[in-house]
């Protein structure tokens, strides 16, 4: 059995292949069912840019009433070893959306 994660996680939200009304459905979730106060939406590479459009509809579509606030954005980047055996840098994000 998984054992539940820390509240952190549970407010995290990791951008990826899945449509993009998925994770817009998830944040909101999160802060209207869930009643969290903070949201952090994660993403790699790619899926940077998806990341940012999640939380500009979040915020200025879906929310726009409910006081949702940019509270934070951080970047980095890690190094990983890729299928062929080098090294690669990629690219990080996460967005953090508070509850005002």
Known sequence: MAEKGNKRDENTIF????????????????????????????????????????????RKKFLKDQNIELKEIKVDSEEFTNKEGRKVNVSIIEITLSKK
Do not use: H, L
């Open 15 to 58: 951008i990826a292949n899945k449509p993009f009304m998925n994770y817009v459905t998830g944040v909101v979730m999160q802060f209207t069912t869930k009643g969290a106060k903070e949201i952090v939406i994660k993403a790699r590479g790619k899926f940077i840019s998806r990341a940012i459009d999640v939380e500009e509809v979040v």
